[in-house]
């Protein structure tokens, strides 16, 4: 099945693509990589690359990073950090009518990345402190 209906599909169109196949207008002629070397020097192909490119990484990094750096800060134990953490994951909690889909992406990160760094044993801070390595700023307790 998977040959028959995904692998012979995708050959039989690369096959297409190293030919100026055009079912209209019947004779058909091997034409090699020049379809490809037209298709990567045209301009409006490139932008059309470029623009769900720089949205999949703005879509994947930011909240990424924004969601370690702010569990980072609040990574410590108090009343304060748990109601900052409690305020982060709300608009998870919310409806997403109510909330837009960025308030979402960042706060999931804040909640994951703080529930990860809850499982590093103390020892293990402990030890790197004795090797000489900084909290960075980051203290528990």
Do not use: H, Q
Request: aromatic fraction near 16%; hydrophobic fraction near 50%.
């Amino acid at each position: 099945m998977y040959v028959c209906f995904v692998l012979a599909p995708i050959a039989v169109s690369f096959g297409y693509s190293l030919t100026n196949y055009n079912p209209f207008n019947p004779p058909t002629r091997y034409v090699g990589f020049r379809n490809y070397t037209l298709l990567f020097f045209d301009p409006e192909f490139l932008l059309s690359l470029r623009v769900p490119t720089t949205l999949t990484l703005i879509v994947v990094i930011v909240p990424n990073v924004a969601g370690l750096a702010i569990a980072l800060l609040l990574d410590r134990r108090g009343w304060l950090y748990n109601a900052l953490r409690s305020v982060f994951f709300t608009p998870v909690l919310l409806s997403s009518v109510v909330v837009s889909n960025v308030g979402y992406y960042i706060p999931f990160g804040v909640f994951v990345f703080s529930g990860f760094m809850r499982t590093i044993p103390v020892e293990l801070e402990e030890a790197a402190a004795i090797d000489g390595a900084s909290t960075g700023g980051a203290t528990k307790g």
